[in-house]
């Protein structure tokens, strides 16, 4: 598949079939986020890897929908700020590294057939909580991850006129 029809075909998921997700699969996926680019490849983040399977009304004081945990995995992308790059200006990067990691992780799963969901409007307490993150630890971005119940749709962007200059604003 072309790199444009790739982002083209993924979109944000909202119902998942019961089927595990294959062990190679989600090493592949956790690959290509170990190797999405990080400021000096400093790597500030972690990932951690849930099982819904019987935890469903616990993910749900992380996040409300029943799609969330309707998926058989969970991924959450955590930073820790303390570790990242951080420009002479004061400006540290680690949102910027993990948003890039999540962004390999959702485009590696819909290469592989897989479905995703992006999820950054959930409870931190609850997610802290659940995930038993450290206080330096920021939960950032959580994506359900399965296979899709339900079909893409309609795409509406700006066009490019609207989003691009050349060479000033």
């Not at 849930?50 to 969330?68: H, S, V």
């Not at 945990?69 to 820790?80: D, G, H, R, Y």
């Not at 038993?132 to 899709?148: I, K, R």
Request: aromatic share 10%; hydrophobic share 45%.
């Amino acid at each position: 598949m072309e790199f444009l029809d790739l982002i083209k075909s993924r979109y944000s998921v909202r119902a998942y079939k019961n089927e595990p997700v294959e062990k190679e699969k989600l090493e592949k996926i956790l690959e290509a986020a170990r190797f999405a680019p990080t400021a000096v490849n400093y790597q500030p983040f972690r990932l951690i890897v849930i099982q819904t399977k019987d935890r469903e009304d616990e993910l749900k004081q992380i996040y409300q929908a029943e799609w969330f945990s309707q998926a058989p995995l969970i991924i959450c992308v955590c930073t820790e700020a303390q570790n990242a790059w951080v420009r002479k200006d004061g400006k540290n990067f680690v949102d910027v590294d993990a948003t890039i990691v999540m962004d390999h992780i959702i485009l590696a799963a819909t290469s592989l057939g897989l479905g995703t969901c992006w999820i950054g409007a959930f409870d931190v307490d609850a997610a802290r909580k659940f995930l038993s993150v450290p206080a330096n630890v920021e939960p950032l971005v959580f994506t359900p991850l399965g296979y899709p119940a339900d079909m893409i749709s309609e795409k509406k962007r700006k066009p490019l006129s609207e989003l691009v200059k050349y060479e000033k604003w």
